[in-house]
Protein backbone atom coordinates (compact mmCIF):
# COMPACT_ATOMS: atom_id res chain seq x y z
CA UNK A 1 0.00 0.00 0.00
CA UNK A 2 1.24 3.26 -1.00
CA UNK A 3 2.22 5.83 1.76
CA UNK A 4 2.05 9.46 1.76
CA UNK A 5 5.28 9.91 0.89
CA UNK A 6 5.01 7.71 -2.70
CA UNK A 7 1.56 9.52 -3.45
CA UNK A 8 3.35 12.88 -3.45
CA UNK A 9 5.65 12.12 -5.66
CA UNK A 10 3.78 10.00 -8.13
CA UNK A 11 1.21 13.13 -7.70
CA UNK A 12 4.03 15.18 -8.28
CA UNK A 13 5.22 13.58 -11.26
CA UNK A 14 1.99 13.70 -13.26
CA UNK A 15 2.10 17.60 -12.32
CA UNK A 16 5.55 17.98 -13.50
CA UNK A 17 4.62 15.99 -16.76
CA UNK A 18 1.57 18.00 -17.70
CA UNK A 19 2.92 21.10 -16.67
CA UNK A 20 6.24 20.78 -19.01
CA UNK A 21 4.43 18.84 -21.87
CA UNK A 22 1.59 22.11 -22.13
CA UNK A 23 4.24 24.30 -22.22
CA UNK A 24 6.46 22.45 -24.80
CA UNK A 25 3.52 21.61 -27.00
CA UNK A 26 3.05 25.60 -27.14
CA UNK A 27 6.48 26.69 -27.92
CA UNK A 28 6.30 24.00 -30.55
CA UNK A 29 3.27 25.05 -32.20
CA UNK A 30 4.45 26.94 -34.77
CA UNK A 31 6.51 24.02 -35.94
CA UNK A 32 4.03 21.31 -36.05
CA UNK A 33 3.55 21.55 -39.85
CA UNK A 34 6.92 20.45 -40.30
CA UNK A 35 6.96 17.95 -36.78
CA UNK A 36 3.79 16.44 -38.23
CA UNK A 37 4.93 16.39 -41.28
CA UNK A 38 8.45 14.20 -40.60
CA UNK A 39 6.10 12.36 -38.89
CA UNK A 40 4.39 11.40 -42.32
CA UNK A 41 7.18 10.74 -44.58
CA UNK A 42 8.77 8.50 -41.60
CA UNK A 43 5.73 6.20 -41.61
CA UNK A 44 5.75 6.18 -45.41
CA UNK A 45 9.51 5.28 -45.67
CA UNK A 46 9.87 2.85 -42.74
CA UNK A 47 9.54 -0.11 -44.55
CA UNK A 48 12.16 1.16 -47.42
CA UNK A 49 14.49 2.21 -44.28
CA UNK A 50 14.52 -1.14 -42.72
CA UNK A 51 15.03 -2.81 -45.88
CA UNK A 52 18.05 -0.54 -46.82
CA UNK A 53 19.71 -1.19 -43.61
CA UNK A 54 18.56 -5.41 -42.87
CA UNK A 55 18.62 -6.78 -46.14
CA UNK A 56 21.08 -4.08 -47.81
CA UNK A 57 22.85 -3.80 -45.20
CA UNK A 58 23.96 0.00 -45.86
CA UNK A 59 24.71 1.76 -42.20
CA UNK A 60 21.62 3.31 -41.10
CA UNK A 61 23.58 7.43 -41.94
CA UNK A 62 24.11 6.49 -45.13
CA UNK A 63 20.18 5.12 -45.55
CA UNK A 64 18.46 7.82 -43.67
CA UNK A 65 20.87 10.53 -46.23
CA UNK A 66 19.37 8.77 -49.13
CA UNK A 67 15.79 8.43 -48.09
CA UNK A 68 16.06 12.13 -46.72
CA UNK A 69 16.77 12.86 -50.81
CA UNK A 70 14.25 10.77 -51.84
CA UNK A 71 12.06 12.94 -49.29
CA UNK A 72 13.20 16.69 -51.13
CA UNK A 73 12.96 15.38 -54.64
CA UNK A 74 8.94 13.40 -54.38
CA UNK A 75 7.70 15.80 -51.73
CA UNK A 76 9.23 19.11 -51.09
CA UNK A 77 10.55 20.16 -54.71
CA UNK A 78 6.46 19.68 -55.80
CA UNK A 79 5.45 21.24 -52.78
CA UNK A 80 8.16 24.15 -53.04
CA UNK A 81 7.29 24.75 -56.75
CA UNK A 82 3.20 25.01 -55.99
CA UNK A 83 4.10 27.93 -53.02
CA UNK A 84 6.44 29.12 -55.67
CA UNK A 85 3.84 29.44 -58.53
CA UNK A 86 1.12 30.96 -55.70
CA UNK A 87 4.02 33.39 -54.81
CA UNK A 88 4.61 34.91 -58.26
CA UNK A 89 0.75 35.33 -58.80
CA UNK A 90 0.57 37.14 -55.47
CA UNK A 91 3.59 38.68 -56.62
CA UNK A 92 2.28 39.74 -59.41
CA UNK A 93 -1.20 40.91 -57.89
CA UNK A 94 0.39 43.10 -55.33
CA UNK A 95 2.74 45.24 -58.10
CA UNK A 96 0.05 45.35 -60.77
CA UNK A 97 -3.30 45.08 -58.82
CA UNK A 98 -5.26 46.40 -61.89
CA UNK A 99 -4.36 42.87 -63.36
CA UNK A 100 -7.75 41.90 -60.80
CA UNK A 101 -9.01 44.55 -60.09
CA UNK A 102 -9.85 45.41 -63.79
CA UNK A 103 -11.37 42.23 -64.58
CA UNK A 104 -13.25 42.66 -60.97
CA UNK A 105 -14.83 46.09 -62.26
CA UNK A 106 -15.72 44.52 -65.65
CA UNK A 107 -17.54 41.76 -63.71
CA UNK A 108 -19.09 43.99 -61.60
CA UNK A 109 -20.13 46.21 -63.77
CA UNK A 110 -21.86 43.78 -66.10
CA UNK A 111 -23.85 43.07 -62.87
CA UNK A 112 -24.76 46.67 -62.72
CA UNK A 113 -25.16 46.68 -66.45
CA UNK A 114 -27.93 43.29 -65.86
CA UNK A 115 -29.37 44.02 -62.71
CA UNK A 116 -29.17 47.38 -61.79
CA UNK A 117 -27.61 46.61 -58.19
CA UNK A 118 -23.92 47.90 -57.85
CA UNK A 119 -21.90 45.29 -55.76
CA UNK A 120 -18.97 47.56 -55.03
CA UNK A 121 -19.12 51.26 -54.45
CA UNK A 122 -15.99 53.12 -55.83
CA UNK A 123 -15.05 53.31 -52.18
CA UNK A 124 -15.10 49.65 -51.67
CA UNK A 125 -13.32 48.92 -54.89
CA UNK A 126 -10.39 51.49 -53.12
CA UNK A 127 -10.33 49.50 -49.99
CA UNK A 128 -9.91 46.20 -51.95
CA UNK A 129 -6.87 47.91 -53.23
CA UNK A 130 -5.66 48.89 -50.03
CA UNK A 131 -6.07 45.75 -48.57
CA UNK A 132 -3.77 44.08 -51.50
CA UNK A 133 -0.30 45.23 -49.46
CA UNK A 134 -1.34 43.41 -46.30
CA UNK A 135 -1.74 40.25 -48.83
CA UNK A 136 1.98 41.00 -49.36
CA UNK A 137 2.94 41.12 -45.96
CA UNK A 138 1.11 37.98 -45.25
CA UNK A 139 2.40 36.16 -48.29
CA UNK A 140 6.07 37.17 -46.69
CA UNK A 141 5.28 35.83 -43.20
CA UNK A 142 4.25 32.84 -44.99
CA UNK A 143 6.83 31.82 -46.42
CA UNK A 144 9.07 32.39 -43.75
CA UNK A 145 6.71 30.19 -41.47
CA UNK A 146 7.01 27.36 -44.26
CA UNK A 147 11.15 27.68 -45.00
CA UNK A 148 11.37 27.22 -41.16
CA UNK A 149 8.85 24.05 -41.13
CA UNK A 150 10.68 22.48 -44.12
CA UNK A 151 14.06 22.77 -41.95
CA UNK A 152 12.35 20.82 -38.96
CA UNK A 153 10.95 18.72 -41.24
CA UNK A 154 14.49 17.93 -42.80
CA UNK A 155 16.10 17.84 -39.13
CA UNK A 156 13.84 15.45 -37.23
CA UNK A 157 12.80 12.81 -40.42
CA UNK A 158 16.74 12.34 -40.61
CA UNK A 159 16.88 11.45 -36.80
CA UNK A 160 13.54 9.38 -36.71
CA UNK A 161 14.84 7.20 -39.55
CA UNK A 162 18.25 6.90 -38.01
CA UNK A 163 16.84 5.64 -34.54
CA UNK A 164 13.13 4.64 -35.71
CA UNK A 165 13.19 0.77 -34.51
CA UNK A 166 14.19 2.16 -31.02
CA UNK A 167 11.81 5.20 -30.75
CA UNK A 168 8.53 2.57 -32.26
CA UNK A 169 9.54 -0.03 -29.25
CA UNK A 170 9.99 2.68 -26.79
CA UNK A 171 6.95 4.49 -27.59
CA UNK A 172 4.89 1.43 -28.10
CA UNK A 173 5.03 0.87 -23.78
CA UNK A 174 3.44 3.61 -23.65
CA UNK A 175 0.11 2.67 -25.59
CA UNK A 176 -2.11 1.02 -22.85
CA UNK A 177 -3.41 -1.98 -24.61
CA UNK A 178 -2.04 -5.69 -24.83
CA UNK A 179 -0.27 -6.91 -27.60
CA UNK A 180 -2.92 -7.84 -30.27
CA UNK A 181 -4.66 -4.74 -29.62
CA UNK A 182 -1.64 -2.41 -29.94
CA UNK A 183 -0.79 -3.61 -32.80
CA UNK A 184 -4.53 -3.44 -34.26
CA UNK A 185 -4.00 0.42 -33.67
CA UNK A 186 -0.83 1.12 -35.20
CA UNK A 187 -1.90 -0.56 -37.89
CA UNK A 188 -4.74 1.26 -38.58
CA UNK A 189 -3.12 4.44 -37.44
CA UNK A 190 0.07 3.73 -40.13
CA UNK A 191 -2.51 2.53 -42.69
CA UNK A 192 -4.78 5.60 -42.61
CA UNK A 193 -1.99 8.03 -42.64
CA UNK A 194 -0.31 6.02 -45.42
CA UNK A 195 -3.52 6.02 -47.46
CA UNK A 196 -4.31 9.75 -47.08
CA UNK A 197 -0.66 10.70 -47.65
CA UNK A 198 -0.69 8.72 -51.15
CA UNK A 199 -4.56 8.95 -51.49
CA UNK A 200 -4.59 12.94 -51.54
CA UNK A 201 -2.38 14.04 -53.79
CA UNK A 202 -2.94 11.51 -56.20
CA UNK A 203 -6.77 12.53 -56.19
CA UNK A 204 -5.29 15.91 -56.53
CA UNK A 205 -3.36 16.16 -59.43
CA UNK A 206 -6.11 13.58 -60.94
CA UNK A 207 -8.66 16.26 -60.81
CA UNK A 208 -6.38 19.33 -61.32
CA UNK A 209 -5.92 17.80 -64.77
CA UNK A 210 -9.16 17.02 -65.65
CA UNK A 211 -9.69 20.34 -64.79
CA UNK A 212 -6.90 21.89 -66.53
CA UNK A 213 -8.35 20.24 -69.56
CA UNK A 214 -11.38 22.24 -69.34
CA UNK A 215 -10.03 25.06 -68.62
CA UNK A 216 -8.18 24.95 -71.82
CA UNK A 217 -11.43 24.28 -74.21
CA UNK A 218 -13.16 27.02 -72.17
CA UNK A 219 -10.68 29.59 -72.66
CA UNK A 220 -10.07 30.39 -68.74
CA UNK A 221 -7.71 33.25 -68.96
CA UNK A 222 -4.29 31.27 -67.03
CA UNK A 223 -5.24 28.05 -67.27
CA UNK A 224 -2.15 26.59 -65.33
CA UNK A 225 -2.94 28.70 -62.06
CA UNK A 226 -6.29 27.77 -61.84
CA UNK A 227 -5.76 24.25 -62.49
CA UNK A 228 -3.41 23.87 -59.89
CA UNK A 229 -5.33 26.16 -57.70
CA UNK A 230 -7.87 23.14 -58.21
CA UNK A 231 -5.68 20.04 -56.86
CA UNK A 232 -5.40 22.28 -53.69
CA UNK A 233 -9.12 22.88 -53.37
CA UNK A 234 -9.48 19.04 -54.07
CA UNK A 235 -8.61 19.36 -50.14
CA UNK A 236 -11.94 21.16 -48.59
CA UNK A 237 -14.52 18.56 -47.72
CA UNK A 238 -18.14 18.78 -49.48
CA UNK A 239 -17.57 21.61 -52.03
CA UNK A 240 -13.39 20.81 -53.18
CA UNK A 241 -13.35 21.84 -56.92
CA UNK A 242 -16.34 23.42 -57.14
CA UNK A 243 -14.63 26.36 -55.36
CA UNK A 244 -12.60 27.06 -58.11
CA UNK A 245 -14.66 26.10 -61.34
CA UNK A 246 -17.71 27.67 -60.32
CA UNK A 247 -16.41 30.92 -59.66
CA UNK A 248 -14.47 30.70 -63.18
CA UNK A 249 -17.80 29.82 -64.91
CA UNK A 250 -19.52 33.00 -63.45
CA UNK A 251 -16.89 35.57 -64.63
CA UNK A 252 -16.82 34.34 -68.46
CA UNK A 253 -20.25 34.50 -68.32
CA UNK A 254 -20.10 38.06 -66.57
CA UNK A 255 -17.47 39.13 -69.53
CA UNK A 256 -20.11 38.02 -71.80
CA UNK A 257 -18.98 34.22 -73.17
CA UNK A 258 -22.15 32.98 -71.85
CA UNK A 259 -21.37 29.86 -74.14
CA UNK A 260 -18.05 29.11 -72.49
CA UNK A 261 -19.94 29.60 -69.26
CA UNK A 262 -21.92 27.04 -69.60
CA UNK A 263 -19.97 25.34 -71.09
CA UNK A 264 -17.35 24.73 -68.33
CA UNK A 265 -20.45 24.90 -65.74
CA UNK A 266 -21.50 21.38 -67.43
CA UNK A 267 -18.03 20.38 -67.77
CA UNK A 268 -17.43 20.88 -64.37
CA UNK A 269 -20.31 19.27 -62.82
CA UNK A 270 -20.49 16.33 -64.65
CA UNK A 271 -16.71 15.53 -65.87
CA UNK A 272 -14.61 16.86 -62.98
CA UNK A 273 -17.31 15.96 -60.58
CA UNK A 274 -17.81 12.58 -61.75
CA UNK A 275 -13.51 11.81 -61.84
CA UNK A 276 -13.80 12.99 -57.80
CA UNK A 277 -16.13 10.38 -57.35
CA UNK A 278 -14.83 7.74 -59.51
CA UNK A 279 -11.11 8.45 -58.34
CA UNK A 280 -12.37 8.44 -54.92
CA UNK A 281 -14.08 5.09 -55.05
CA UNK A 282 -10.95 3.05 -56.88
CA UNK A 283 -8.11 5.03 -54.15
CA UNK A 284 -10.67 4.04 -51.42
CA UNK A 285 -10.94 -0.02 -52.35
CA UNK A 286 -7.22 0.00 -53.02
CA UNK A 287 -5.41 2.03 -50.39
CA UNK A 288 -8.10 1.95 -46.90
CA UNK A 289 -11.71 0.95 -46.38
CA UNK A 290 -12.52 4.22 -44.12
CA UNK A 291 -15.77 5.55 -44.50
CA UNK A 292 -16.33 8.86 -46.46
CA UNK A 293 -17.61 10.73 -43.31
CA UNK A 294 -14.68 9.87 -41.07
CA UNK A 295 -12.99 11.12 -43.75
CA UNK A 296 -14.90 14.33 -44.16
CA UNK A 297 -15.45 15.44 -40.79
CA UNK A 298 -11.69 14.27 -40.17
CA UNK A 299 -10.40 16.92 -42.86
CA UNK A 300 -12.69 19.67 -40.90
CA UNK A 301 -11.27 19.08 -37.74
CA UNK A 302 -7.82 18.69 -38.79
CA UNK A 303 -7.39 21.57 -41.07
CA UNK A 304 -8.60 23.71 -37.90
CA UNK A 305 -6.36 21.80 -35.33
CA UNK A 306 -3.46 21.50 -37.63
CA UNK A 307 -3.63 23.59 -40.89
CA UNK A 308 -2.52 22.01 -44.09
CA UNK A 309 -1.21 18.46 -42.10
CA UNK A 310 -4.79 17.95 -40.98
CA UNK A 311 -5.85 16.74 -44.12
CA UNK A 312 -3.41 13.53 -43.25
CA UNK A 313 -3.95 13.87 -39.35
CA UNK A 314 -7.69 14.73 -38.75
CA UNK A 315 -9.22 11.24 -40.27
CA UNK A 316 -6.62 9.90 -37.97
CA UNK A 317 -7.45 11.30 -34.69
CA UNK A 318 -11.45 10.63 -35.95
CA UNK A 319 -10.56 6.98 -36.71
CA UNK A 320 -8.61 6.24 -32.97
CA UNK A 321 -11.34 8.18 -31.59
CA UNK A 322 -13.90 5.64 -33.40
CA UNK A 323 -12.00 2.65 -32.90
CA UNK A 324 -11.79 3.34 -29.00
CA UNK A 325 -15.03 3.49 -28.64
CA UNK A 326 -15.91 0.78 -30.57
CA UNK A 327 -13.37 -0.87 -28.53
CA UNK A 328 -14.84 0.39 -25.04
CA UNK A 329 -18.39 -1.09 -26.34
CA UNK A 330 -17.20 -4.30 -26.94
CA UNK A 331 -15.42 -5.06 -23.77
CA UNK A 332 -16.90 -3.34 -21.28
CA UNK A 333 -21.08 -3.04 -22.73
CA UNK A 334 -21.18 -5.81 -24.97
CA UNK A 335 -18.79 -7.65 -22.41
CA UNK A 336 -17.52 -9.82 -25.40
CA UNK A 337 -15.01 -12.73 -24.47
CA UNK A 338 -11.26 -11.87 -25.52
CA UNK A 339 -8.53 -14.37 -25.08
CA UNK A 340 -6.28 -11.56 -24.33
CA UNK A 341 -8.33 -9.01 -22.21
CA UNK A 342 -6.78 -5.35 -22.25
CA UNK A 343 -3.99 -5.10 -20.13
CA UNK A 344 -2.18 -1.77 -19.32
CA UNK A 345 1.58 -2.96 -19.08
CA UNK A 346 0.96 -6.05 -21.27
CA UNK A 347 3.33 -6.71 -23.91
CA UNK A 348 3.83 -4.15 -26.54
CA UNK A 349 4.24 -4.33 -30.45
CA UNK A 350 7.99 -3.42 -30.04
CA UNK A 351 9.05 -5.88 -27.58
CA UNK A 352 7.86 -8.50 -29.39
CA UNK A 353 9.46 -7.30 -32.32
CA UNK A 354 12.87 -7.27 -30.48
CA UNK A 355 12.66 -10.76 -28.81
CA UNK A 356 12.04 -12.25 -31.71
Not at 31 to 37: E, I, Q, R, S, Y
Not at 163 to 188: H, Q, W
Not at 219 to 238: D, E, N, Q, R
Not at 330 to 336: G, I, S
Request: hydrophobic fraction near 55%.
Amino acid sequence: MENTRDKYWRYSLYIILLGLGAVIFIELTPFLGGLLGALTIYILLRRQMRTLTVRRRLRRSLAASLLLGEAVVCFLIPLSLLVWMFVVRVQHVAVDPSSIVQPLRQAIDAVHEKTGYDLLEGENLSQLVAMIPRLGQWLVGSIGSFAINVVVLLFVLYFMLIGGDAMERYLCKFIPFNRNTSREIVGEVAMIVRSNAIGIPLLAVIQGAVALVGYYIFGVPGALFWGVMTCVATIIPIVGTMLVWLPLALYLGLTGSWGMAAGLAAYGTVVIGQTDNLARFILQKRMADTHPLVTVFGVVIGLSLFGFMGVIFGPVLLSVFLFCADLFKRRYLDRQPEEHPLLVGAPAPGEEESGS
